[in-house]
Structure formats: C-alpha cells, structure tokens
C-alpha cells in the first residue's frame, strides 16, 4: 500500500480536532443571538474545521502532495522525555539535580555527544541556571530538595 | 509640534539609566540568539517573560523589543559567514552575503548589513512615530463590530502571506482560535475543555505554546541532523568602499519602503519583508545578473528590509492592540501581565510608555551599530559553540521559563504536548505561525462578536450593515477568493518560491 500523503494525514488531523471541539461543545449552552452561550463559537469554529480538514484530505488523496518528511523517533522521544524528566522532578528534588538529570536524558538524543562532554555540560548548565534564574532573576524555584530544608 | 513634545518626553523615558540598561540587554540578547541558529527571537521572549514581572512596563517592553530587532542585525552574521540563517528572516542573506564572504569580502558585507539595518531601524521607528497616533484615533472609534472583521481582515491576511497552502493555513488559525478558547469563559464561567484540569482553567500558556511550537520542536529538527559548520575568520576590514554604499543607498531605501509596508500587516513582519525585497532587488536593480554570486546589494535590501518591517510591525501592536506575528503576540501577553491593555488608549493613557519604546528603538538602533560592527569578532567566536553543547541549554531554559510564569507544572506537560505536536506539524508542512496568531486572536474575536450581537440585538446583519465592518469582511473574502483561484494561486507560489 501507499504511504498516506501528508495532506491527507493533515486533514485527518484538522478533521479529527474540529469534530473532538464540536462534540465537547454540546455540553456547554449554545445561546441564541443576544446572548451567546459558551457554546456557540466554539461550535461554528470547529464545524468549520471539521470541514476544511476533510477537504484537505480529500485533495490529498487525488493530487500527490507528497508524504511526510522522515520522522526522527530518536531525538523526538528523547527531548520529550527530557521535559517529562523535569516537570515531574523539578517540584520535588530543586533545580540543581533537576537540570543534571534532564540534561543526562537529552545529551543521548545527540549521538555526537560523548559522555564527559555530556556530564560537562550538565553540571555547568546546573550551575548557571541556579545562578541566573534563582539567585540574579529571582524566580520563585528551589534550588535544592525540599527535605534538605 | 505636538509630535516634538511627545518624543522628548519618550526620549527622558529611554535615557533613564534603568531603561538604557534594559535597552542594551535586550539589544545584547537579541544580536546573540540572532546569531545562533536554532534559537530565535520567540523562544528567547517567551524565556524571559517571567522576568519581566519584575520590571516595569516601560523597561519590559524596552528590553523585549530590543531582542525582536536586535535579533535581525545578527541574523546577518550567521547568514553571511556560515551559509545558515541564523534567523529565518535573514534566509535570502546568505545567498549573496555567503558568496561576498567566499570572495573574501565578509567584512564589506557584514559592514552594509549593519548600515543597512540602522538606516532602516531609523526610517521605519519615525513611521511608527508618524502613523501610530493618527491609527490609534481612528481605532478608539471602532465599535466590537469592526474589531471582529477587522481581526478575521488581518487572519486573512496572515493566511495569505504564510507560505504553503492556503488550505492547511486556514485550518491552522482555526485550530489555533479553538484552543485560545481553552479555558474559563469569562461571560458564563463556564470551563471550556479543560477536561477537569485545574491548571487548565485560566487557558493554554500561550508561553508553553509558542516555545514548544517555535523553541523545542526545532530544537528536534536541528538534532536530526549531525551538522557542519565552516566559519570564515577571515573578515576583513567592515567598512564598505565608496562605490559600494553609492550603488547600495537605492537598495537600502527600497527595502526600507517594503518592509515598512509589509511590517504592518498581519503576518508580515520581518520574514516577508526580507523575502519581498530581495526579489524586488532581483527585477529592478542593475545590471541584474550579478544576484547570487555575491552582490552586495543583494545583502543591503533584504537586511534593510527586515529591520524596516521589523520596527513597523509594532504599529498593529501598538495602535490596534492586535498583534502582526507571533512576536508581537507575546509582547502583548508582557503587557498583560504589566497590567496594560493593549489597545489605542495605550498611548493616550500611558505617553511615557509609547514614546518611550519608540525613543529607546533609535538608541536601540545605534547601540546596535556598534554591537555589530567593533564587536564582530566576539559573536564569530560564539557562532563556533557547536550545536550538541547548544541544545540542552535551549531545553533547560525553555522548561525553566515556561514553569516560572505561573509556577506550573501543568505548563510545562503543555511544553511538552506542543514540542510533540510541533514536530508533526513541521512533518507535514503545516506553518504555525497561523495556528498563534488564531490563538491570541480567537477569544478576542468571540467577545467582539458577542459584544456586537448584544448592542444589534442578536441581528447579524450588524457586521455587514456598519460600513467599515463591511468593507473588512468584503475585503478579507475577496482575498481568500483570489487565493484559492488557482491562476492567481500559481503566481504566488511562484513569488513566495524565489
């Protein structure tokens, strides 16, 4: 089988989100003309939506627009799990061993990167973001874990 | 002299040392991550958002501008020494800046980028100076019905001047309006699909949004690739010769008039000004042929350009509180937590912030100069950090910035979702630039329509029967028409190709 062209992967997509914003808006009052319900905008956007992404797939399908450009699973998963890293350690265990952490993950998403350059990069990177942010700028983040008191 | 009054009093608001300082960071912040590939003006906005807080509005805005056009005076090194756009506004650059550096004449061109862009920044900062007021006037007239079609007018515009399909645009900016609409509603209090989530009720940070969207999924993209760089050392003495200013000043001024006109409308800014004026360039200059094989002033129109369009798109901004690009709309969000409603009472209401930011953009422009021109060396020494030591400080910094503006950790789970959704995004050629202008724009439109249904007593017709309105909607569906033409529709890929 053909790979999907990318238009009609995009359509599907746009498609899928106006239809997914039509239907949670069913449960919100649509209002009538004087009064606009929280409904009714979000009902007029996204049936339009839902339209537009079918007529792009459909065009898709007949014309070759092409298919994806190469999905790159490596660096995608890695720098996503690098953010997961940190949002869930950052509250927790302060920014210091946060930053080494996340670094830790990210730097294996850059093959180039060996891992003394890597641990480098961390530890200076944890420095100065305890420095800049927390301690010039002042921004409202511990720095340390919360049961070192 | 009304006019000359106003901008004395900006200009005692810029040379406070304060705001000289703010001034110089930002410009100083601007120049660097204008240099770096990978890091452009949005993510670095939105890192320093919560910083501003701090602040007053006048230097926030000082500072924050400063990194907008600082951004494109640096944008030009990269372009020229390494063949990369260090901003994508500075793409055509490298054409004929790279092919002068592999000549050995770097340093002329690196010189003519920099004039280029002061004289550029000081034309269009006096156009701004010039039509913002007489604009905001008119604007302080408008009911909630033009506001609506004015602003689907300049989403229209943004959809037409976005590369790609005019298709997928569309359906970019309404995706983008339905998320803006996340959130509280603020007329029933209703939560909007928030799904329960309590980080969700004052919406979707529009921060998490625009650094996943023009931060971290770049940071992916670049990450693909294992790159190269060559930098040239060699640059030369800056100053170009006699003869090269003499056959550059009609490029530069033509630029200037461009991309002044081409800041102002929405989804213009400093990218199309540069694409716009090189082709201008390309058909009016000569002899012609020396384009793309290092012709100087194939360097001076597009950086007098962007600069010129960069300095204007302020004008939606500042008159009309509607922002041109995803720049301005983060402004708009600094301004909103200085407590400041963007709109045309700005500057009637606050003088000193207005001609302020005007004032500190001329001084902007000059330290700029000099940023760019004694200092050269010192950012060809940063253009040789390689990329693999880059990427994580743009992680690290992006997730700090985006959990400190609420100090939530949900906006960073959105960080993460939109560096997702980025990413496909880039994968099937769909521009997000659409998607954050609907975003801003979208809960504005609703509350403008709401607002003029109540006053027309839910009568519709009100939209087309108030002349201006009407003439907005005529307009923006006759643009949209010519768009999908498909004659019209070849020409403008064509355009948009070169």
Known sequence: MKPLSRDVLAGLLFAGAGIGFVIMSRNYNFGAGTRMGPGMFPTLVGSLLALLGAVIALRGLRSDAGTPDRFHLRPFVLVLLAIAVFTILVEPLGLFITTLLTVAVAALADRELSKRAAAVTAVVLAIGSCVVFVTLLGLQLAIWPSFFG | MELLSDFGLGLATALSWQNLLYCFLGVFLGTLVGVLPGLGPVATIAMLLPVTFTLGPAPAMIMLAGIYYGAQYGGSTTAILVNLPGESSSVVTALDGYQMARNGRAGPAL?????????????????????????????????????????????????????????????????????????????????????????????????????????????????????????????????????????????????????????????????????????????????????????????????????????????????????????????????????????????????????????????????????????????????????????????????????????????????????????????????????VLGFILGPMMEENLRRALRISLGDPTVLVTRPLSAAFLVLSVLLLITMIAPSIRAKREAALQE
Not at chain 2, 192 to 206: N, P, Q
Not at chain 2, 279 to 291: D, Q, S, Y
Not at chain 2, 427 to 434: D, I, M, V
Request: a neutral charge; aromatic letters at 8%; hydrophobic letters at 55%.
């Open chain 2, 111 to 435: 010189g003519m980028a920099a004039i280029g862009s002061f004289i550029a920044g000081c034309i269009a900062t006096l156009v701004l100076a010039l039509f913002a007021p007489p604009l905001a006037e008119i604007a302080l007239k408008f009911g909630p019905a033009e506001y609506f079609s004015m602003m689907t007018l300049g989403l229209v515009a943004a959809v037409v001047l976005a590369s790609g399909s005019v298709l997928k645009a569309v359906a970019m900016v309404l995706l983008g309006i339905l998320l803006g609409l996340v959130g509280t509603d603020v007329n029933s209090g209703q939560q909007r699909f928030t799904f329960g989530v309590a980080g969700l009720a004052d919406g979707i940070s529009f921060v998490a949004l625009a650094m996943g969207l023009f931060g971290l999924a770049d940071v992916i993209l670049n990450l693909e690739h294992n790159e190269k760089r060559g930098v040239f050392g060699r640059i030369g003495s800056l100053l170009p010769s006699l003869s090269d200013l003499r056959k550059c000043a009609g490029s530069i001024l033509r630029g200037t008039a461009l991309g002044s006109v081409l800041g102002i409308l929405p989804g213009g800014g400093a990218l199309l000004a540069s694409f716009a004026a090189y082709t201008l360039e390309k058909r009016v200059a000569k002899p012609p042929r020396e384009f793309g094989q290092g012709d100087i002033r194939g360097v001076a129109a597009p950086e007098s350009a962007n600069n010129a369009g960069a300095q204007t798109s302020f004008i939606p901004l500042l008159t009309l509180g509607i922002p041109s690009n995803p720049t301005m709309a983060l402004l708009i969000g600094a301004l909103m937590i200085q407590g400041i409603q963007p709109g045309p009472q700005v500057m009637t209401e606050r003088p000193e912030l207005f001609w302020g930011l005007i004032a500190s953009m001329l001084l902007g422009n000059l330290m700029l100069l000099v940023l760019n021109l004694p200092l050269i060396g010192l950012w060809v020494r940063l253009l040789t950090i390689p990329y693999k030591f880059l990427f994580n400080a743009i992680l690290i910094f992006c997730a700090i910035g985006t959990y400190s503006v609420n100090n939530s950790a949900t906006d960073i789970w959105l960080l993460l979702v939109f560096t997702a959704v980025g990413y496909v995004f880039i994968k099937l050629h769909c521009e997000p630039a659409p998607l």
